[in-house]
Structure formats: C-alpha cells, structure tokens
T-cell receptor, first 108, second 112 residues
Framework: KNEVEQSPQNLTAQEGEFITINCSYSVGISALHWLQQHPGGGIVSLFMLSSGKKKHGRLIATINIQEKHSSLHITASHPRDSAVYICAVMDSNYQLIWGAGTKLIIKP | ETGVTQTPRHLVMGMTNKKSLKCEQHLGHNAMYWYKQSAKKPLELMFVYSLEERVENNSVPSRFSPECPNSSHLFLHLHTLQPEDSALYLC???????????FGSGTRLTVV
C-alpha cells in the first residue's frame, strides 16, 4: 500500500462542474503539496499547506491533519483545467512522498 | 517559464550513447533535485543536491551520474542506458529542501 493515496485515479467531468480530488496519507507530515502537471510534462506547484484551507482563484485546498486527508477543489471547472493533479507529502525527515496523480479531463 | 529550465526537452538515444541532461535555475534556491517519472507511477527521487553537495542517492544505477558544479546548475550524465530508462526526467529546485519547490518542464527521454 502506498503511503500517499489519491482518488479518483481518473476523472472526467463537464465544463462548469465542481471538482473534488482526494489525498490520504499514512505518515506524519510537516506539509502537503498539491501540484499540477499538464501534458508535455511541466509541473506547477499549486499549494503547500500544513493546516486549514488555502484558496487561489477557482482552486481550494483543504487539509485535516487528524484524519490525514486533504482535498483539492476546483469550482466552475474549465477545459484548461484538464491536467494531472498530484498530491505530495513532506514527512518528518523532509522527504517528499508522491501520490500517483489524478488525471482530470474537463469536457466543453 | 517557471524559473527552472531544462534542456533538451526531448532526447532519443541509443543504448551505447553518452548524453547529458541540463538543468538551470536562477531563483536563488540552494537545493536541486532529479526526479524520474515513468508512465502511471509516482515521481521517483533520484538525486538531491543541497548547497552543491550530494545528500541523497536513492539507489540509482551507476549509468546515471549527476553533477552539480554550482548552485544554479545541475547535470545528469547518461551512458549505456536501457530501454526501461525511457521516462520523463524532471529537475526541481527549492529553498532549504522545505519551501518553494519549482519544477522544470522535463526532458522526455527515449532509449532505443
């Protein structure tokens, strides 16, 4: 079992839908990252959080430390949001442990 | 551009070739990383350099050889690779291995 599990693995939705991607982890962490990878490979860091909630535009990330769970939400989804979303946790040794990613496709 | 530049973007090489991947950052970060991303697998950390010294080598085969001549540049030298080494190789940098992870666009490597 991976230490960082993401769900779903694949998600297809219609433009405008509210999207939720989940990340569960089994280790103690100092921080959790959400990243976006577009076709072609480049990875962009979206959020780094260690508690509570962060918002940037249409993206919202939440974390529940007690439950070892984080969610990434996208409001009013758009085809340009289509990408792979990756959750990564930084453990107590400052090692990043990566989830396998969630492939999101938003259809017009 | 993210501030981390990788070249080349694509590379096709034979198993007997020698090639190098280059990564450059001018963000003032003091840690740099090489990651390997194979299809449908989580990123695998290969090497970490902190303050230009290698601090981690995650059991990577010797056919991959990193070099960090200064805090802004990182190379990955490749020789006698295998087809299973075909993957996306990503470079990243951060400050103090804690903050501001920034990734390059990656080099798509195909070994034939």
């Amino acid at each position: 079992k991976n230490e960082v599990e993401q769900s779903p693995q694949n998600l297809t939705a219609q433009e405008g839908e509210f999207i939720t991607i989940n990340c569960s982890y089994s280790v103690g962490i100092s921080a959790l990252h959400w990243l976006q990878q577009h076709p072609g490979g480049g990875i962009v860091s979206l959020f780094m959080l260690s508690s509570g909630k962060k918002k940037h535009g249409r993206l919202i990330a939440t974390i529940n430390i007690q439950e070892k769970h984080s969610s990434l939400h996208i409001t009013a989804s758009h085809p340009r949001d289509s990408a792979v979303y990756i959750c990564a946790v930084m453990d107590s040794n400052y090692q990043l442990i990566w989830g396998a990613g969630t492939k999101l496709i938003i259809k017009p | 551009e993210t501030g981390v530049t990788q070249t080349p973007r694509h590379l096709v090489m034979g198993m007997t070739n020698k090639k190098s991947l280059k990564c450059e950052q001018h963000l003032g970060h003091n840690a740099m990383y090489w990651y390997k991303q194979s299809a449908k697998k989580p990123l695998e950390l290969m090497f970490v350099y902190s303050l230009e010294e290698r601090v981690e080598n995650n059991s990577v085969p010797s056919r991959f050889s990193p070099e960090c001549p200064n805090s802004s540049h990182l190379f990955l030298h490749l020789h006698t690779l295998q087809p299973e080494d075909s993957a996306l190789y990503l470079c990243a940098s951060s400050q103090d291995r804690l903050y501001g992870y920034t990734f390059g666009s990656g080099t798509r490597l195909t070994v034939v």
